[in-house]
């Protein structure tokens, strides 16, 4: 069963900067995209960030575009989410999430084509 556990989420002041984890196991297929989501208190989980499973390819909301950056170390199993010039408005429950692929370059925002998910780590950015 793969899991996937997220960390590095907590409180910070406007303006600051968090750097999330996702650390993955389990895994039995080769290959694996990645994707970021959030939600917000009141608000349905969207979608972040994704990477394709070489790292080459990254796609960004664009509400994140240009202060967030994706990254991945396939040799730790793990993504990374680095956050940088946070608002208010980035604060919800991030998630990561794993789809299998057969390709070196997919990418995928809608969280229907994922297939694992983890527990999600909270953001709380103060005004």
């Known amino acids: 069963q793969v899991q996937l556990v997220e960390s590095g989420g907590g409180l910070v002041q406007a303006g600051g900067s968090l750097r999330l984890s996702c650390a993955a196991s389990?895994?039995?297929?080769?290959?694996?995209?990645m994707g970021w989501f959030r939600q917000a208190p009141g608000k349905e989980r969207e979608f972040v960030a994704a990477i394709s499973w070489n790292g080459a390819s990254t796609a960004y909301a664009d509400s994140v575009k240009g202060r967030f950056t994706i990254s991945r170390d396939n040799a730790k199993n793990t993504v990374f989410l680095q956050m940088n010039s946070l608002t208010p408005e980035d604060t919800a429950v991030y998630y990561c999430?794993?789809?299998?692929?057969?390709?070196?370059?997919?990418?995928?925002?809608?969280?229907?084509?994922?297939?694992?998910w983890g527990q999600g780590t909270q953001v709380t950015v103060s005004s």
């Open positions: 389990g895994r039995t297929f080769s290959r694996y995209s």
């Open positions: 999430a794993d789809k299998r692929v057969n390709t070196n370059w997919g990418l995928y925002r809608s969280q229907n084509e994922y297939d694992y």
